[in-house]
């Protein structure tokens, strides 16, 4: 019996794009995070009880472990509970790189039709399968497309009047998110 043929190896151009296109969801979902918890915190406002201050820190603990479709879903919700003006385009945006986040992380990855181009076979919830090649300037796309969501998502939160701490950030690197 012989083993299954190993997949083929991705271009480093291709390789590093998925990877920069990778961490820029991890900070999508940690701005996420934080705005839920700026917006969440003002809805309690300055008189809060101890009850609903112990029921909010409990539900901040439990966002911790939310997948970015939760975040979005939350983050959507705490946006027009807050009634943030042009939210629905943000949350139209997110709701497609959560998609493509889902493409990108989960995808086995084949050699195109043309060079520089791989297929993602990827089949999503819904049956479908992706149908397009893509190359290093596509995955760079979805990159820039999370990065710019990731900062309208902050501006919110600095809205707000909580600005946050951001881990790994101090005045001397000129850390601000």
Known sequence: MSLPRAPDRLSDEMAAAIGHAISAFGFLE????????????????????DKALQQWLRRMEEIADDTLGTLIDSFAAAMKQSGIEGRQPLAEDLRMIRLKRNLLCHASWRPGGKPGFWHPTFINTRGERYPDDMDAAAVHAIHADTLRAARRVVSIMRDTGIHGEWAGFDDREGGDA
């Open 30 to 49: 940690e701005a996420l995070k934080r705005a839920i918890f700026s917006l969440t915190r003002q809805e309690l406002g300055a008189e809060v009880s």
